[in-house]
């Protein structure tokens, strides 16, 4: 069996393929052959050789050698490549085959699924990697359901198994149908029995872990490359496998700003072009969306390409101003947490008299914004945020993890039950919540845009049909 991928030209206004030499002699062709033309139920067409056929090799001279030649060139015959730029041609067995392109078919396929489960008024599918405790894929599925339409997450995976089993207990994102996969995700890749056991998706939503491209992350090990990070740097091939298995009709990523200028995005972006999705990109600040942290993310939404979306079409709500004192817990005055942290402030006088650009960050309950938590928070560092005591100035603590999750206006019943230390960590690496819940809408919203776009075509379709037998039954 022999393979190409043949270009579809034109030539005097129709569609035209055309071969000769090896290609035509390999299938058994010769010139003044006869052979028909089998069109395969809208799905390609086969050249078989035959002593009545309606069709004849014609033949080209090449030095001293005389050559076959076919040539296609009808817009009726190659109507099932219609607005194709290139066609599978596979040589077997005295056939010439075409067929449309594997990524063709894919995308064909994967809009077919989800136009059909929203006309059979089913759930659309959902995947979640890198899932952590599941803020972002809660927020896609807000977002979806704004826009009308119901989800079902039928797998999230992440490596952190304590992280996966909370998510299964109080994300109320998962169901019955949603499977638990605590695994490495380059290890998933390569379990051939748990990824035959993938579902076809319509939306895939992923957090790849950001340990390379972050700031802090380069700095402490050295990177000269997000790649070169040796536990994280290389998952982009992972990714795009579970991609490619999972065929989801919709997918988004988000991570650092700095994520977007790796050779990691950038294979994202050709590849999953090379797959029939169009890319779109923005960096989404939580403050335009009125949160208290100003977190940045850079996010990428892939769509299959026929589906219509646009970060401009995403409009934050007008909010109010909102103030510290509107998410901050009571904390009496003689609670523990309470402290003159006289450690971190003896280092920041260290700092500052070596020169260093480190300092502590106070707030206090007027202040409207406060920057970004992270998923150390925890461990009660210099120059992570600190609330100031309303009337003793000389005391600070740290902000709670329910505080956490207001700032960042993720559900409280997300972190239920966790401990402070994996509470933080779970929101630390998590997204501001509301800004995904937009994405999450307007793609449901560029959802049912296609689907409605795909039912007028049908309705044109068995319109024009009908036209066409009335005419020859009168005529």
Known sequence: MDYYVKRIGQHRGAPRIYLDGHQAVRAGFSPGDRFNIELNEGKGITLTVSKDGSRTVSSKKKGDKTLPVIDINSAELLKVFEGMDAVRLIVKGGKVIFVPLASELQKRNRLADMVGRIQRAETLRIGSLTHGGGVMCHAIHAGLKAAGIKSTL??????????????AEH????????????????????????MNNLPKLDVLDMSLPCSGASVAGVSKRGLEKMEDHPEVGHLVYAALVIIN??????????????????????????????????????????????????????CMVATTRGMTFDFDQIA???????????????????????????????????DMAAGKGFRMQVYDSDSTKINT???????VRSTDPKIAHESDPNLLRQITSLEHARIKNVPAHLIEDLSETTAHELLGQSVVYDPFVSV????????????????????????????????????
């Open 373 to 379: 938590l992270t998923k150390g928070y925890a461990k």
């Open 316 to 350: 934050p709500a007008a909010t109010v101003v909102k103030r510290l004192s509107d998410v901050l817990e009571h904390i009496s005055d003689d609670d523990p947490r309470w402290s003159e942290m006289r450690g971190l402030r003896e280092k920041e006088k260290r």
């Open 154 to 167: 039928m797998f999230a995976n992440d490596i952190r198994e304590d992280l996966i089993a909370h998510a």
């Open 245 to 298: 298995k999972t065929q989801p009709a919709a997918l988004l990523l988000e991570n650092v700003v700095n994520y977007s200028k790796s050779a990691s995005a950038q294979i994202l972006r050709l590849q999953l072009r090379d797959m029939g999705y169009d890319v779109h990109e923005a960096v989404l600040n939580g403050k335009d969306w009125g949160c208290l942290e100003p977190r940045e993310r850079w």
């Open 171 to 194: 994300n109320d994102a998962w169901g019955p149908e949603t499977h638990a996969i605590a695994a490495p995700m380059q290890e998933l890749v390569q379990d051939e029995w748990l």
């Open 440 to 475: 999450g809408q307007r793609i449901g919203e560029a959802v049912m845009e296609y689907v409605n776009e795909a039912a007028e075509r049908q309705r044109e379709t068995t319109a024009n049909v009908a036209g066409r037998r009335l005419v020859r039954a009168t005529g």
